[in-house]
């Protein structure tokens, strides 16, 4: 069985960073790219930072490129989101997916999600 | 960006009914690269078509998807409770990928 558990949220001052963590399992996880997507209260789904299979390429939108970085160790089957200089827009539950079709990418498992709020 | 606009934005149907939600690209997609899926009420989305008409893994028969270019629809045959969702489109066609804002189904 798939499964894909964050942590790492929490809450965070405006300018701090944090670092999301995310450990699979069920799959091989050297064969697959990552995504995370995060969902602001009561918003809509928002793609955040994606990386392939070896980590050798990543893909940010312009909304967080420069800030947040995306990692993956492929020994202990665990993907990273390190977000610098958060801002209050930054607020949402950032989930963990798995990538299928990487020419025409989708997400097939997601993981429950972590809040991260970014206050003062 | 390819911005997907998508319609309605709720939808009240009643149980056995069928329901049809209408996704509108920007730009021109292929087939290949619009995908739908289902966040339940307090859950994590999940996948339910990929590639515009193909099911994921164990959804139900009654949902289906259709279209080509820059119009692509999802459709429940026949609703019954356990569809009240949230439903989105995405596109994998260019970067940054993108989400329609959701469609948002309850019941009667």
């Known amino acids: 069985e798939v499964q894909l558990v964050e942590s790492g949220g929490g809450l965070v001052q405006p300018g701090r960073s944090l670092k999301l963590s995310c450990v699979a399992s069920g799959f091989t996880f050297n064969n697959y790219w990552m995504t995370w997507i995060r969902q602001a209260p009561g918003k809509g789904l928002e793609w955040v930072a994606s990386i392939t299979n070896t980590g050798g390429s990543t893909y940010y939108p312009d909304s967080v490129k420069g800030r947040f970085t995306i990692s993956r160790d492929n020994a202990k089957s665990t993907l990273y989101l390190q977000m610098n200089s958060l801002r209050s827009e930054d607020t949402a539950t950032y989930y963990c997916?798995?990538?299928?079709?990487?020419?025409?990418?989708?997400?097939?498992?997601w993981g429950q999600g972590v809040m991260v709020t970014v206050s003062s | 960006a390819i911005v997907l606009n998508q319609s309605p934005s709720s939808i009240i149907a009643s149980q056995g009914e069928k329901v049809t939600i209408t996704c509108r690209a920007s730009?021109?997609?292929?087939?290949?690269?619009l995908h739908w899926y289902q966040q339940k009420p307090g859950a994590f989305p999940k996948l339910v078509i990929y590639s515009t008409s193909y099911r994921a893994s164990g959804v139900p028969s009654r949902f289906s998807g259709s279209g080509s270019g820059t119009s692509y629809s999802f459709t429940i045959s026949r609703v019954e409770a356990e569809d009240v969702a949230t439903y989105y489109c995405q596109q994998g066609s260019s970067n940054p990928y993108t989400f329609g804002a959701g469609t948002k189904l309850e019941l009667k």
């Open positions: 997916t798995r990538v299928r079709g990487n020419n025409y990418p989708y997400f097939d498992y």
């Open positions: 730009s021109s997609i292929s087939s290949n690269y």
